[in-house]
Every structure is written in C-alpha cells, then in structure tokens.
C-alpha cells in the first residue's frame, strides 16, 4: 500500500530541529519563513513564489526545496515534487533522510516502479533512519519491484470504454453482465445537492441497458420503489435474474452500519427486501455482496473482528434451511492487513477476483485473482496484470456469464470511476461451465409449475443443486460442469416424478447454454414414470449403491403426495429366459419395495410385481435397447 508523504511535516518542524543547519542569509530566511506561514494559511501559490526567490537566490538552500517538495506534494504535483527532493538529496542526503522516503513514495504512486526501487534501495542504506520507517520502506521496495515486473511483462488485451450513454461525470460501477456481453446492469453514484451541511451527500442507483450494433442504449433504472431515499449499493444479480444482493447503510432496523440486504423478483416486481441477519451481519461494515451463479455461496467485504485487518473478504453458504452459514473468512490466500473489497466468484466456483490495495500491485487499488484447487483450498492472489491494472484504482471485474468477456471499474482517467469492456485473456480465463435453463410446465395446459429440481452427481450421489422452478414462468437456471453425467430429477406435488440422466461428458461446443422445456404430467390413475438413475448388479436383484440416492428421492416424492399409491414393476431385457427374467424382475421390485418400507413408505400405498422381458419400450438387438429396456417403472393406481 502506498504511503504519502509527510503532508504537514515541513512546515510544523522548526528550521533548527532539522540534522543540522544550512548557512543561509537572513532574506532568504526571510522568504523561508514567510512561505511557512503562507502554507500553513493553504496560500501554496503564494508560498512557492516565495520559496522560488530563496532557492534561486541561494541554490544549496535544502530546508527550501524540502518545503517546495512538500508543497508541490500536498498539490498533487508529484513531478515537480520528485524534482525538488531530488535537488534536496543532491545538496546533503543526510540531512533529512526522510526525504528519500517520500521521494520513492512520490514515484511509486507516479508510476515510475524502477526508480522508486532505486531510491528505497538508496534510503535503506542510510544507517540513520528508525526501524519504523526502515519498515515501511522495505515493504515499499517490495512494491516497487513488483510493479517493474509487471509493467514490464503487460498482459495483451484490448481495453474499451463504455460510452458516454454508460459512462458519465458521475461515478459508474459494473454489477451484471450477460453471457452474450448484450446487458450491463450497474451502479451510478450521484452527488445531491446539500444545503444543510458541509458533508457531501450521495445517492446510488442501478440502472440497466442493453446493446445494440455493438452499441450500449440509453441505461434505464432498476424499477425499485422501496429504494427510494435510502442509501443504497454494491449490488449482486443472481444469474437467473430473480435475486438482488446489495448493500443498505444506516436502514432502521440494521444490525451495523451497513447491512447486506436481499430482494427477489415475483411477478415483475422486485419485492421488499429482507436483512440476511444476524448470521450475516455484524455491528461492523458489511458491504459489496456477490452471490455465486448457482446461488450456493454469498462473498462480501467486511470491517468485522477476526480478520487480517482493514477490509476482509468473507463467504457464506445457503443452508438447507436457504438461510445463510456464519460468514468464514477466505484466509491469508486472499486477506492482508490492508484492504480487500469486491470479490466476484465465476460460475465454476473456483475463480475468484477482487481489488486489494494490500497484495504488491502497480498501486492504490489494484485487481487480482485466485484460484480454488481440487482440495477446495484457495491458491495464492496473483495480480491480473498491466494494462487492466493501473497505478490508479481498479475497484471490481465481472465476468459475463460465458466467462467470454468481463468488464471492470476504473478511475485510471483521474476525475471519477467509469466502466471498461475487456475480452477475457488466459491469465484470467475461467474453467468451463454450462448453463442449464429450465422452464416446467404442465403438460396439458401448458401453464407454469413451481417444482423442485435437484441435480446430482451419478457417482457420488451428492446433490450438486437444488433449485425451484418459478411459480410466475416456471424457469430454473442449474450450473453444471462439462465432463460429468448428472442424474436429473423434478418433483412437484400433484405430478409425476420426472427422472432422467444428463450427460456433458462430450460437451466440446462453444456453446455453454442448454435449454429445455419440461412437461410434467398430472397425477391419474394409470400414469407411469421410470425412475433412470437405478441401478442393479449384473444378473442380480441387489441394489447398487448410487441408486439409493434415486430411491431417496423417491421418498422425498412420495412424502410430498401423501396419498398416491404406486405399484413398482420390474423389466428385463431379452436374455434368459422367460422364467428367470420374470423371476429377476419381480426380486428387482421388490428390492424397490423393501428399500421403501423400510424408510416409513406405508406398505398399504406400494405393491410390486414383475413382467420379465414382455414389455420392451426399445429394440433388444441393440445395447442401447437393451439398457431401457431393463428399468423399473412406478404406475399410478
């Protein structure tokens, strides 16, 4: 982290305090003096021109380079600040060894890393400066160095602004951006008009647009009628669209300072929001929420006691309850003792980027990523790279939901934060995911249903996601990694269970977006399904392992209609014979049966039986056939 100069050290140390005493005429001290007080009056101008008469009239008057040092500094005018020190240090180095210091930090925030090494290199051999400082300058070379790295090794990404229809005088800061990089949500902060006090009075609002011929329109804003008037902010769309986290500061009732607040979409309308709590928040600084793609994990920034110190990155995780988990603090991977804000999780959960201001970067606020190993251990923050990074702030970076494409937040043009469009480049390149959007509907009136849908690895059994359908439009939004078969199962009350199995093992398409329509079938008598994620040992009525997971599901079904009765029939393939297959199918019922019975499924609901190979739904001269062939199937009685 950069540290700034003195500011007020000049100017409130007497002349006789320095190490020792420049032989100067009395004008000159004169001047000197003169321009003390004109600086401390905040007359700069005044005092510099005052200062210029000094030195020129005696060019090895240190205390009065110092002073200009000081005051160009305080002004922002780092280049002429350098110059002065540097005529300072040139005159007697010894004599205000500080002087090198705020020299180095003066390059550093310039953006010169090679010679702000160089001259923390040389203050570090001055044996007479205290160990605080000696610090300070140590951990200050270290960014030094690493901003000569990696200005000197730059990423290679085309880098463009939003327009002007985005970007304004105000601030601007990305939140969403969609798979195709065609819609931008994001956040304006609007300074207000304050007559009653002197403090600055800001107003944040989100806003979306849309492209066109590669154009952003006109942004219009996020219909929230309970924003009104309250502080609002740092905002996080869930990637169905349905959810906004965001950050509410000082709203009756809070638990902190600012608290992190949810509202969900039904029925077009953005419902009031709801304080994730006491889990959540503390009486700290809660604020920048980002919630993961499948909804599992909420990352945000917090000021609360157990961290690293300044801003700590934090993570929740939604609980079967869908109430949040305690917050745990990312680890030393991610967190430091300066500040860590703006996490953003990509859709594979294992690619994380935030701003710090306390890992090595080119300064101020920079971005960095860190990735989740196969022991769900988070790696080392690396920095993303010159030029995405600056010797200015850059504050967040989303993806789109792709991982194509990110946009990032930026003041790096000095007056305020605007929003930059960068395709997305190997250092920061995400794994793959696909996206899964549902719709369930009934099959007969074609109106939506609210479902439970749960995806599960075929493997281990564990749920992967559960989700629900929308009551207003049925729609669901899964995350799924490519490489995998998933068993795939939608219950609902008052239909038939649907079962299915989904693989992505030879997903090599570029595109990452599946769709699908279900259609579930109202109960009746006579309605079948089959449950596809059962599985026997060859030749066998035991059940295998990973089908109890499917049989668990089941239950779930079965207790979610508690008065539907089924009969469960076994069927075979065409080997064996017909003895043995009808024989096998029956046991492979009844195997379903007990598995039932004995996890409180009332036998009077259940009866089983077994058809062999009498009834095929394929062609048994094809493995394929033969596999659907050997299922067990439910009917309604």
Known sequence: MIVPTALWLLFVIPLHSFAQKSEVNKKVLKWY????????????????VLLSRATKKDTSFIEGWL??????????????????????????????????????????????????????????????????????????????????????NPVFVTIKKANSLINTTEDEYVNYLSSNN??????????????????????????????????????????????????????????DGKDIYFTGCRWPGSIGRCD????????????????????????????????????????????RPGGYGGSDIWMSVKLKNNQWSSPVNLGDSINTSGNEMAPSLYADNKTLVFSSDGHPGLGKQDLFIA??????????????????????????LIYSLNGKYAAISSDREQHNFDIYEIPVYPKIKPERIL????????????????????????????????????????????????????????????????????????????????????????????????????????????????????????ITYLNLNPS????????????????????????RAKAVYDYLTAHNIKAERLSYSGYGASQPVADNSTSEGKAKNRRVELIVK
Request: charged fraction near 25%.
């Open 33 to 48: 003096h003169q321009a003390q007080d004109a600086y401390k009056k905040k007359e700069g101008e005044k005092a510099l």
């Open 67 to 152: 002073l200009k040092a000081e005051i160009y500094s305080s002004e922002g005018n780092n280049q002429k600040a350098i110059a002065a020190y540097r005529h300072a240090l040139d005159i007697n180095p010894d004599f205000f060894p500080p002087a090198g210091y705020f020299m180095g930090n003066l390059l550093l925030s310039s953006g010169k890393y090679s010679q702000a090494a160089d001259a923390f290199r040389e203050f570090l051999t001055n044996n007479n400066i205290s160990p605080a400082l000696k610090a300070k300058a140590t951990k200050q070379l270290v960014w030094a160095k690493a901003g000569k790295k990696l200005m000197e």
């Open 182 to 239: 065609q819609k931008l949500v994001f956040t304006r902060k609007v300074k207000l008009p304050n007559t009653e006090t002197s403090r600055d009075i800001y107003r944040e609002q989100f806003y979306e647009s849309v492209k066109q011929d590669s154009n952003w329109q006109q942004p219009v804003t996020l219909n929230l009628p309970w924003a009104q008037n309250k502080n609002v902010g740092a905002m996080s769309l869930t990637a």
């Open 260 to 303: 992190l607040y949810n509202s969900h979409l039904k029925n077009g309308t953005w419902q009031i929001p709801v304080n994730l709590g006491k889990s959540v928040n503390s009486p700290a600084w809660e604020s920048q929420p980002f919630v993961s793609a499948d909804g599992k994990y909420l990352l945000f920034a917090s000021t």
């Open 371 to 396: 990735r989740k190993n196969s022991a769900g251990i988070w790696q080392k923050a690396e920095n993303i790279g010159y030029p995405v990074n600056t010797k200015y702030n850059e504050i967040n």
């Open 435 to 554: 996206f899964f959007h549902g719709k369930v509907i009934d099959k007969k009136t074609g109106k939506p249903v609210s479902a439970q849908v749960i995806l599960t690895d075929v493997t281990t059994g564990l749920k992967l996601s559960i989700r629900h359908s929308a009551p207003d439009d049925g729609t669901f939004l899964m995350i799924m990694e490519p490489r995998q078969t998933y068993a795939f199962n939608i219950l609902s009350k008052g239909y038939l269970m649907l079962s299915d199995k989904y693989s992505v093992e030879n997903l090599i398409s570029d595109s990452l977006h599946i769709t699908k329509t279900f259609r579930l079938t109202p109960i009746k008598q006579g309605g079948r399904f089959t449950l596809k994620n059962l599985y026997f040992e060859t030749d066998s009525p035991e059940l295998k392992g990973k089908s109890f997971f499917e049989l668990n599901k089941l």
């Open 564 to 587: 539907l009765k089924l009969e469960i029939r076994g069927h075979t393939d065409n080997r064996g014979s017909t003895k043995h297959n009808l024989s096998l199918s029956r046991q």
